[in-house]
């Protein structure tokens, strides 16, 4: 009998634990208690149409106006407007038009105060801010916007003649306390299509001093050619980057408007730290002056004709500080194989007359098999340091010479010089530029030369 009762206790037991377990389960599980949602808004007022105007006037800044100067009434929008005061500026139209068909009304999220003699409590006595918005039903309404509200819950707000205070969202006002440079257009140099249709891209400044400029030109549909300060293909690997960089640059401020000649001498845009001028067919000319990065790699860039002094973010710009080594094709020649009939080569004092044929492809377009002189040829690299401004000298003979004539009558030529740098032979390219080229380039012509 005594087992009997004990036998019965343990499984009271056994069922109120599982069912405590199973309550607290049920518990676990439960959603949870939904939480409020924002705050509802009313309308301090609202209009039918948008303000004829909107008059700005921000903390240490002149008042400035937001003029309509059209409106679509069928979608009750602005789709026209300026700024007086800056007139003949380019300006971000469709943000004016943004900001005016929004202040068509205005809402609150609470009643602070009916009437208030302290409204320096709230940042009213001295506002931040103060919108005056001329409307076609009712004339001019007057807001004055004061501080921020504890906990950034929203911006404490008064209308002229009403003695209440309201607080109302925060980014319904942040339109309200730009500068009105924050409305010009930041685009400054326009988008173009693939492939570029410039025909001339120039860059000098203070930043390539030393050769005094650089000239890429048109060499076909989306095709480029360094042109200056020597001819020489253009590097397929950091080139396309370069080109493309001129397209599209957009601003991310605004430093001054209407420059007088001293100002962009102490900005450091005149003369510049860097220059770059595109001729383009389809979107204009176009010079832009840079000044040196600060250390937060941010620059001032100015573009003729326009009289703005923008800021940019150097990083967006490559051709900023490129030079020409940077951009050329690093080997010492790129034939036209599409047009060359021979190839002549002078070597150690011993003339060669190289066979090509036989190393194109039916469609004459690339070369399909080089023979091992000819590929050594082609493949000798070229180094530029700058920090070395020696050549040969003019008494100096070539140790090897290859000329590559075309069809046309046309000829490219590049030429070998002995060094007085370890390991080095300087290498000349059509009677222009000077480079370094690794000694051991020569080397293997003369080891193509033997085995053949």
Same mark, same amino acid.
């Given at each position: 009998? +005594? +087992?009997?009762?004990?036998?019965?206790?343990?499984?009271?037991?056994?069922?109120?634990?599982?069912?405590?377990?199973?309550y607290m389960l049920r518990e676990e599980d439960a959603p949870p208690e939904l939480l409020p949602g924002p705050a509802p808004v009313t309308h301090l007022f609202e209009y039918t149409r948008p303000p004829l105007s909107v008059s700005l006037e921000g903390p240490g800044q002149e008042p400035y106006t937001l003029l309509r100067l059209e409106y679509d009434p069928a979608r009750n929008i602005v789709t026209d407007s300026t700024i007086p005061e800056l007139e003949g500026l380019t300006f971000d139209t469709s943000r004016i038009n943004a900001v005016i068909s929004a202040s068509r009304n205005l809402v609150y999220l609470e009643l602070v105060s009916r009437e208030t003699t302290n409204i320096a409590q709230f940042g009213l006595a001295e506002p931040r801010g103060r919108v005056a918005l001329d409307f076609e039903e009712l004339g001019v309404r007057t807001v004055f916007i004061g501080d921020v509200a504890p906990g950034n819950i929203g911006v404490y707000i008064q209308l002229e003649g009403d003695g209440a205070v309201y607080l109302t969202p925060i980014h319904g006002l942040d339109n309200f306390l730009l500068s009105p440079l924050d409305f010009l257009d930041m685009n400054v140099t326009p988008l173009m299509s693939l492939p570029l249709d410039f025909a001339l891209m120039a860059l000098s400044g203070q930043v390539r001093e030393s050769v005094g400029e650089i000239l890429i030109g048109h060499a076909g549909e989306g095709e480029y050619r360094l042109e200056m300060p020597f001819s020489h293909e253009l590097s397929p690997v950091y080139a396309p980057g370069i080109l493309? $960089?001129?397209?599209?640059?957009?601003?991310?401020?605004?430093?001054?408007?209407?420059?007088?000649? #001293?100002?962009?001498?102490?900005?450091?845009?005149?003369?510049?730290?860097?220059?770059?001028?595109? #001729?383009?067919?389809?979107?204009g000319d176009f010079t832009l002056h840079a000044s040196q990065p600060d250390e937060g790699g941010m620059v001032f860039l100015y573009r003729e004709g326009v009289p703005v002094v923008y800021t940019?973010?150097?990083?967006?710009?490559?051709?900023?500080?490129?030079?020409f080594y940077d951009i050329m094709m690093p080997f010492a020649i790129s034939p036209d194989w599409d047009n060359l009939a021979s190839v002549?080569?002078?070597?150690?004092?011993? #003339?060669?007359?190289?066979?090509?044929?036989?190393?194109?492809? #039916?469609?004459?377009?690339?070369?399909?098999?080089?023979?091992?002189?000819? $590929?050594?040829?082609? $493949?000798?690299?070229?180094e530029h340091h700058p920090e070395l401004s020696a050549s040969p000298g003019e008494n100096?003979?070539?140790?090897?010479?290859?000329?590559?004539?075309?069809?046309?009558? $046309?000829?490219?030529k590049i030429s070998l010089f002995p060094s007085e740098i370890p390991l080095r032979h300087y290498i000349r390219l059509n009677d222009d530029a000077i480079f370094l080229t690794p000694s051991s380039s020569l080397e293997s012509v003369r080891e193509q030369l033997t085995s053949s």
């Open positions: 009998m +005594k +087992k009997n009762v004990i036998a019965i206790a343990v499984m009271c037991a056994l069922v109120a634990a599982f069912g405590l377990g199973f493309h $960089s001129v397209s599209g640059i957009v601003a991310m401020g605004v430093a001054l408007v209407h420059p007088a000649a #001293e100002d962009l001498e102490i900005l450091g845009l005149y003369p510049a730290w860097s220059t770059l001028t595109v #001729e383009s067919w389809g979107h940019v973010l150097a990083h967006e710009m490559p051709w900023l500080d490129v030079q002549h080569l002078d070597l150690d004092g011993r #003339e060669y007359q190289l066979d090509i044929h036989g190393i194109f492809s #039916e469609a004459p377009t690339l070369p399909v098999v080089l023979s091992p002189i000819l $590929s050594a040829i082609v $493949s000798i690299p070229i100096i003979a070539p140790v090897m010479v290859a000329s590559f004539l075309y069809a046309d009558g $046309s000829s490219d």
